[in-house]
Protein backbone atom coordinates (compact mmCIF):
# COMPACT_ATOMS: atom_id res chain seq x y z
CA UNK A 1 0.00 0.00 0.00
CA UNK A 2 1.01 3.20 -1.16
CA UNK A 3 -0.07 6.72 0.70
CA UNK A 4 -0.61 9.64 -1.46
CA UNK A 5 -1.83 13.52 -0.15
CA UNK A 6 -2.28 16.01 -2.40
CA UNK A 7 -2.00 19.65 -1.81
CA UNK A 8 -4.65 20.53 -4.33
CA UNK A 9 -6.95 19.90 -7.29
CA UNK A 10 -4.25 20.31 -9.57
CA UNK A 11 -1.95 18.10 -7.65
CA UNK A 12 -4.35 15.65 -7.15
CA UNK A 13 -5.31 15.54 -11.14
CA UNK A 14 -2.08 15.41 -12.44
CA UNK A 15 -1.17 12.58 -10.09
CA UNK A 16 -3.64 10.51 -11.02
CA UNK A 17 -2.92 11.28 -14.85
CA UNK A 18 0.69 10.25 -14.74
CA UNK A 19 -0.44 6.68 -12.68
CA UNK A 20 -0.34 3.67 -14.40
CA UNK A 21 -3.57 2.57 -15.36
CA UNK A 22 -3.61 -0.86 -13.97
CA UNK A 23 -2.86 0.41 -10.19
CA UNK A 24 -5.75 0.97 -8.41
CA UNK A 25 -6.63 3.99 -6.11
CA UNK A 26 -8.50 4.11 -2.98
CA UNK A 27 -9.91 7.36 -1.73
CA UNK A 28 -9.92 7.58 2.29
CA UNK A 29 -11.96 9.70 4.46
CA UNK A 30 -11.26 9.53 7.80
CA UNK A 31 -12.18 5.80 7.32
CA UNK A 32 -15.48 5.85 10.19
CA UNK A 33 -17.22 3.36 7.92
CA UNK A 34 -14.10 0.88 7.40
CA UNK A 35 -12.78 -2.20 8.10
CA UNK A 36 -9.12 -2.71 6.45
CA UNK A 37 -8.60 -6.43 6.40
CA UNK A 38 -5.37 -7.80 7.85
CA UNK A 39 -3.37 -8.17 4.36
CA UNK A 40 -3.76 -4.28 3.64
CA UNK A 41 -4.66 -2.61 0.65
CA UNK A 42 -3.04 -2.92 -2.90
CA UNK A 43 -4.31 -0.17 -4.07
CA UNK A 44 -2.64 3.39 -3.85
CA UNK A 45 -4.72 5.27 -1.13
CA UNK A 46 -5.46 8.94 -1.70
CA UNK A 47 -5.85 10.83 1.76
CA UNK A 48 -6.80 14.11 0.99
CA UNK A 49 -6.38 16.63 4.00
CA UNK A 50 -5.20 20.31 4.26
CA UNK A 51 -6.56 21.96 1.00
CA UNK A 52 -9.48 20.03 0.52
CA UNK A 53 -11.00 21.03 4.67
CA UNK A 54 -12.62 24.33 3.44
CA UNK A 55 -16.02 25.22 4.12
CA UNK A 56 -18.11 28.72 2.65
CA UNK A 57 -21.41 29.47 1.76
CA UNK A 58 -22.89 31.45 -0.84
CA UNK A 59 -26.69 32.07 0.49
CA UNK A 60 -28.15 29.05 1.95
CA UNK A 61 -25.58 27.36 -0.42
CA UNK A 62 -22.80 25.29 1.77
CA UNK A 63 -19.51 24.51 -0.12
CA UNK A 64 -17.31 21.64 1.62
CA UNK A 65 -13.85 20.28 1.27
CA UNK A 66 -14.25 16.28 1.61
CA UNK A 67 -12.10 16.67 4.05
CA UNK A 68 -13.65 18.90 6.04
CA UNK A 69 -15.59 17.12 9.33
CA UNK A 70 -19.77 16.78 9.13
CA UNK A 71 -19.38 17.63 12.96
CA UNK A 72 -17.30 20.80 12.23
CA UNK A 73 -19.41 21.41 8.84
CA UNK A 74 -22.99 20.69 10.73
CA UNK A 75 -21.73 23.34 12.95
CA UNK A 76 -20.29 26.27 11.08
CA UNK A 77 -23.83 25.73 9.09
CA UNK A 78 -25.34 26.45 12.45
CA UNK A 79 -23.44 29.39 13.27
CA UNK A 80 -24.48 30.96 10.15
CA UNK A 81 -28.00 30.20 10.88
CA UNK A 82 -28.33 26.88 8.39
CA UNK A 83 -29.34 23.60 9.28
CA UNK A 84 -27.47 20.65 8.42
CA UNK A 85 -28.11 19.46 11.99
CA UNK A 86 -28.58 15.84 10.97
CA UNK A 87 -24.23 16.03 10.00
CA UNK A 88 -23.28 16.89 13.57
CA UNK A 89 -23.05 12.92 15.10
CA UNK A 90 -21.80 11.36 12.00
CA UNK A 91 -17.79 10.76 12.98
CA UNK A 92 -16.97 11.09 8.80
CA UNK A 93 -15.99 13.35 6.23
CA UNK A 94 -17.89 15.11 3.66
CA UNK A 95 -16.35 13.04 0.82
CA UNK A 96 -17.58 9.99 2.72
CA UNK A 97 -20.76 11.19 3.53
CA UNK A 98 -21.71 11.45 -0.42
CA UNK A 99 -20.03 8.30 -1.19
CA UNK A 100 -22.19 6.95 1.57
CA UNK A 101 -24.90 8.80 1.51
CA UNK A 102 -24.91 9.22 5.05
CA UNK A 103 -27.75 10.28 7.09
CA UNK A 104 -29.42 10.02 10.58
CA UNK A 105 -32.60 11.23 12.33
CA UNK A 106 -34.40 10.81 8.84
CA UNK A 107 -32.36 12.84 6.76
CA UNK A 108 -29.47 12.08 4.49
CA UNK A 109 -26.93 13.39 2.27
CA UNK A 110 -29.64 12.76 -0.76
CA UNK A 111 -31.64 15.68 0.47
CA UNK A 112 -29.33 18.16 0.57
CA UNK A 113 -26.78 17.40 -2.11
CA UNK A 114 -26.84 19.64 -4.92
CA UNK A 115 -23.04 18.57 -6.96
CA UNK A 116 -19.83 17.21 -6.39
CA UNK A 117 -16.91 18.00 -8.08
CA UNK A 118 -14.51 14.92 -8.63
CA UNK A 119 -11.26 14.04 -10.47
CA UNK A 120 -11.81 10.63 -12.45
CA UNK A 121 -8.96 8.18 -12.15
CA UNK A 122 -7.47 9.06 -15.62
CA UNK A 123 -7.12 12.94 -14.25
CA UNK A 124 -10.07 14.52 -15.53
CA UNK A 125 -12.25 16.96 -13.58
CA UNK A 126 -16.26 16.04 -13.40
CA UNK A 127 -19.31 17.50 -12.09
CA UNK A 128 -21.47 14.73 -10.79
CA UNK A 129 -25.01 15.57 -10.35
CA UNK A 130 -27.56 13.30 -7.84
CA UNK A 131 -28.62 11.44 -10.93
CA UNK A 132 -25.34 10.78 -11.18
CA UNK A 133 -24.77 9.23 -7.81
CA UNK A 134 -27.76 7.12 -7.93
CA UNK A 135 -28.37 7.59 -3.81
CA UNK A 136 -30.13 5.07 -2.39
CA UNK A 137 -30.00 3.91 1.63
CA UNK A 138 -26.38 4.21 2.56
CA UNK A 139 -25.15 3.93 -0.43
CA UNK A 140 -24.15 5.95 -3.98
CA UNK A 141 -23.00 4.30 -7.02
CA UNK A 142 -19.89 7.01 -7.46
CA UNK A 143 -17.55 5.29 -9.76
CA UNK A 144 -14.42 2.93 -8.74
CA UNK A 145 -11.08 5.80 -8.21
CA UNK A 146 -13.25 8.31 -8.67
CA UNK A 147 -12.47 11.58 -6.04
CA UNK A 148 -14.79 13.94 -4.44
CA UNK A 149 -12.98 17.00 -4.81
CA UNK A 150 -15.33 19.31 -3.63
CA UNK A 151 -19.60 19.60 -2.52
CA UNK A 152 -22.45 21.59 -2.40
CA UNK A 153 -25.22 21.45 -0.10
CA UNK A 154 -28.14 23.34 0.12
CA UNK A 155 -29.44 23.91 3.65
CA UNK A 156 -32.66 25.34 4.84
CA UNK A 157 -32.45 28.63 7.26
CA UNK A 158 -32.83 27.94 10.89
CA UNK A 159 -32.01 29.99 14.15
CA UNK A 160 -28.66 29.67 15.06
CA UNK A 161 -29.74 29.46 18.70
CA UNK A 162 -32.37 26.64 18.01
CA UNK A 163 -29.91 24.77 15.52
CA UNK A 164 -26.93 24.34 18.37
CA UNK A 165 -29.72 23.28 20.99
CA UNK A 166 -30.77 20.54 18.85
CA UNK A 167 -27.64 18.97 17.98
CA UNK A 168 -26.72 19.21 21.97
CA UNK A 169 -29.70 17.18 22.08
CA UNK A 170 -28.80 14.57 19.49
CA UNK A 171 -24.98 14.52 21.27
CA UNK A 172 -27.07 13.42 24.23
CA UNK A 173 -29.64 11.00 22.34
CA UNK A 174 -26.04 8.71 20.90
CA UNK A 175 -24.43 8.70 23.78
CA UNK A 176 -26.81 7.08 25.77
CA UNK A 177 -28.10 5.00 23.32
CA UNK A 178 -24.71 3.81 21.32
CA UNK A 179 -21.08 2.64 22.74
CA UNK A 180 -19.54 6.06 21.60
CA UNK A 181 -16.25 5.47 23.37
CA UNK A 182 -15.60 2.23 21.99
CA UNK A 183 -13.76 1.26 18.67
CA UNK A 184 -16.18 0.95 16.00
CA UNK A 185 -16.85 1.65 12.72
CA UNK A 186 -20.60 2.44 13.73
CA UNK A 187 -23.53 0.45 12.56
CA UNK A 188 -22.48 -2.74 10.83
CA UNK A 189 -25.00 -3.68 9.03
CA UNK A 190 -28.34 -1.77 7.27
CA UNK A 191 -31.73 -1.76 8.57
CA UNK A 192 -33.71 -4.11 7.02
CA UNK A 193 -36.97 -1.78 6.79
CA UNK A 194 -33.94 0.28 4.69
CA UNK A 195 -33.90 3.48 6.22
CA UNK A 196 -32.17 4.73 9.65
CA UNK A 197 -33.82 5.41 12.53
CA UNK A 198 -36.21 8.66 11.79
CA UNK A 199 -36.74 9.65 15.77
CA UNK A 200 -40.59 9.54 15.16
CA UNK A 201 -42.70 8.41 17.29
CA UNK A 202 -44.59 5.69 14.55
CA UNK A 203 -40.86 4.54 13.75
CA UNK A 204 -40.90 0.76 14.62
CA UNK A 205 -38.13 -1.15 15.89
CA UNK A 206 -39.54 -4.87 14.10
CA UNK A 207 -37.19 -4.10 10.75
CA UNK A 208 -33.78 -2.54 12.91
CA UNK A 209 -30.89 -4.76 12.53
CA UNK A 210 -30.34 -4.06 16.38
CA UNK A 211 -33.62 -5.63 17.10
CA UNK A 212 -33.01 -8.89 14.61
CA UNK A 213 -29.35 -9.43 15.75
CA UNK A 214 -30.92 -9.03 19.68
CA UNK A 215 -33.71 -11.66 18.85
CA UNK A 216 -30.72 -14.23 17.21
CA UNK A 217 -29.19 -14.04 21.06
CA UNK A 218 -26.01 -12.10 19.33
CA UNK A 219 -25.98 -8.86 21.88
CA UNK A 220 -22.45 -9.05 23.36
CA UNK A 221 -21.40 -12.07 21.44
CA UNK A 222 -18.29 -12.33 21.10
CA UNK A 223 -14.99 -13.77 18.75
CA UNK A 224 -11.52 -13.27 19.61
CA UNK A 225 -11.33 -9.73 20.61
CA UNK A 226 -14.32 -8.76 18.44
CA UNK A 227 -17.99 -7.91 20.36
CA UNK A 228 -21.35 -7.46 19.37
CA UNK A 229 -21.69 -4.19 21.46
CA UNK A 230 -23.68 -4.64 24.98
CA UNK A 231 -25.30 -1.38 24.77
CA UNK A 232 -26.13 -1.45 21.16
CA UNK A 233 -25.83 -5.21 19.01
CA UNK A 234 -25.51 -3.13 16.09
CA UNK A 235 -22.53 -1.77 16.72
CA UNK A 236 -19.19 -3.97 16.41
CA UNK A 237 -16.47 -3.55 18.60
CA UNK A 238 -12.65 -3.98 19.17
CA UNK A 239 -12.67 -4.49 22.60
CA UNK A 240 -8.83 -4.46 22.28
CA UNK A 241 -6.26 -6.36 19.35
CA UNK A 242 -8.77 -7.99 17.54
CA UNK A 243 -7.73 -8.67 13.98
CA UNK A 244 -10.09 -7.57 10.94
CA UNK A 245 -10.84 -10.92 10.19
CA UNK A 246 -12.19 -11.34 14.28
CA UNK A 247 -14.19 -8.27 13.22
CA UNK A 248 -15.15 -9.79 9.89
CA UNK A 249 -16.06 -13.23 10.88
CA UNK A 250 -18.11 -12.57 13.88
CA UNK A 251 -20.42 -9.97 11.74
CA UNK A 252 -20.47 -13.02 9.14
CA UNK A 253 -21.22 -15.09 12.08
CA UNK A 254 -24.36 -12.84 13.08
CA UNK A 255 -25.28 -12.64 9.56
CA UNK A 256 -25.72 -16.88 9.65
CA UNK A 257 -27.28 -16.80 12.62
CA UNK A 258 -29.82 -13.92 12.14
CA UNK A 259 -30.80 -15.81 8.41
CA UNK A 260 -31.67 -18.72 10.66
CA UNK A 261 -33.63 -17.28 13.49
CA UNK A 262 -35.61 -14.58 11.40
CA UNK A 263 -35.43 -15.18 7.67
CA UNK A 264 -33.69 -11.66 6.91
CA UNK A 265 -30.31 -11.57 5.17
CA UNK A 266 -28.58 -8.64 6.46
CA UNK A 267 -26.45 -6.46 4.65
CA UNK A 268 -23.18 -5.05 5.63
CA UNK A 269 -23.10 -1.13 6.11
CA UNK A 270 -19.29 -1.15 6.60
CA UNK A 271 -16.78 -1.73 3.94
CA UNK A 272 -14.77 -4.60 4.07
CA UNK A 273 -11.60 -3.52 1.86
CA UNK A 274 -8.42 -4.83 1.11
CA UNK A 275 -6.98 -8.24 1.08
CA UNK A 276 -7.45 -11.23 4.17
C1 LIG B 1 -19.57 5.71 16.02
C2 LIG B 1 -20.05 5.79 14.59
C3 LIG B 1 -21.32 6.26 14.31
C4 LIG B 1 -21.76 6.36 12.98
N1 LIG B 1 -23.02 6.85 12.74
C5 LIG B 1 -23.44 7.00 11.47
C6 LIG B 1 -24.74 7.55 11.20
O1 LIG B 1 -25.49 7.95 12.08
N2 LIG B 1 -25.12 7.67 9.91
C7 LIG B 1 -24.32 7.28 8.89
O2 LIG B 1 -24.72 7.41 7.73
N3 LIG B 1 -23.10 6.73 9.11
C8 LIG B 1 -22.65 6.60 10.38
N4 LIG B 1 -21.41 6.06 10.62
C9 LIG B 1 -20.59 5.56 9.49
C10 LIG B 1 -19.61 6.58 8.90
O3 LIG B 1 -19.29 7.61 9.82
C11 LIG B 1 -20.17 7.19 7.62
O4 LIG B 1 -20.38 6.22 6.63
C12 LIG B 1 -19.25 8.30 7.06
O5 LIG B 1 -19.97 9.00 6.07
C13 LIG B 1 -17.96 7.76 6.46
O6 LIG B 1 -17.11 8.87 6.21
P1 LIG B 1 -15.52 8.71 6.24
O7 LIG B 1 -14.93 10.03 5.94
O8 LIG B 1 -15.08 8.09 7.51
O9 LIG B 1 -15.31 7.70 5.04
P2 LIG B 1 -14.38 6.41 4.98
O10 LIG B 1 -14.86 5.43 6.01
O11 LIG B 1 -12.95 6.79 5.01
O12 LIG B 1 -14.73 5.86 3.53
C14 LIG B 1 -16.03 5.38 3.23
C15 LIG B 1 -16.17 5.29 1.71
O13 LIG B 1 -16.16 6.60 1.16
C16 LIG B 1 -15.16 6.70 0.15
N5 LIG B 1 -14.63 8.07 0.20
C17 LIG B 1 -14.23 8.79 1.28
N6 LIG B 1 -13.83 10.02 0.89
C18 LIG B 1 -13.95 10.07 -0.46
C19 LIG B 1 -13.67 11.05 -1.46
N7 LIG B 1 -13.18 12.24 -1.17
N8 LIG B 1 -13.93 10.72 -2.76
C20 LIG B 1 -14.41 9.52 -3.09
N9 LIG B 1 -14.70 8.55 -2.20
C21 LIG B 1 -14.46 8.82 -0.90
C22 LIG B 1 -14.12 5.65 0.52
O14 LIG B 1 -13.36 5.26 -0.62
C23 LIG B 1 -15.02 4.53 1.03
O15 LIG B 1 -15.54 3.81 -0.07
C24 LIG B 1 -20.94 5.96 11.93
C25 LIG B 1 -19.63 5.49 12.21
C26 LIG B 1 -19.19 5.42 13.52
C27 LIG B 1 -17.80 4.94 13.81
Not at 1 to 27: K, T, W
Not at 72 to 78: D, F, L, N, P, T
Request: hydrophobic share 40%.
Amino acid sequence: MALFQPADHDDLAAFLRDLAPEIPVFPMGVGSNLIVRDGGLDAVVIRLGRGFNGISFDGTRVICGPAALDAHVARKAADAGLDLTFLRTIPGAIGGAVRMNAGCYGSYIADVFVEAKAITRDGEAVTLTAEDLKFAYRSSELPDGMVIVEVALEATAGDPEDLHQRMTDQLAKRDATQPTKDRTAGSTFRNPAGFSSTGKDDDTHELKAWKVIEDAGLRGHTLGGAQMSEKHPNFLINTGGATAAELEDLGELVRKRVLKHSGIELQWEVLRVGKR
